[in-house]
């Protein structure tokens, strides 16, 4: 069974930075085909934010996040990040890591992040 555990998530300012990391175990990463993080904030439907897929590294990046946030992955440490630049108080919401691997989806119980001045 695979895990993941998210980290990274904090209070930020706007336009401030944060790393988000989501360590996996269970699997390697060569049985992920997937990898991306989704986002829900309170009272509001869940979001894809970013993916990735291992067949040709084809990446996803939802509309208001592009150019400011980036996916990435440490296949040697089994880990899948994302850097999230310039933030804005919309970007304020739970954020979960999301793999796809062995024909089933997996998420971890995420990590908090909060945009505020």
């Known amino acids: 069974q695979l895990q993941l555990v998210e980290s990274g998530g904090g209070l930020v300012q706007p336009g401030g930075s944060l790393r988000l990391s989501c360590a996996t175990s269970?699997?390697?990463?060569?049985?992920?085909?997937?990898i991306g993080w989704f986002r829900q904030a309170p009272g509001k439907a869940r979001e894809g934010v970013s993916c990735?897929?291992?067949?040709?590294?084809?990446?996803y990046y939802k509309d208001s996040v592009k150019g400011r946030f980036t996916i990435s992955r440490d296949n040697v440490r089994n880990r899948v990040f994302l850097r999230m630049n310039s933030r804005k108080t919309e970007d304020t919401a739970g954020y979960y890591c999301?793999?796809?691997?062995?024909?089933?989806?997996?998420w971890g119980q995420g990590t908090q992040v909060t945009v505020s001045s």
């Open positions: 990735m897929r291992s067949s040709n590294n084809n990446i």
């Open positions: 269970g699997y390697t990463s060569d049985d992920y085909y997937a």
């Open positions: 999301d793999v796809r691997a062995r024909g089933s989806a997996f």
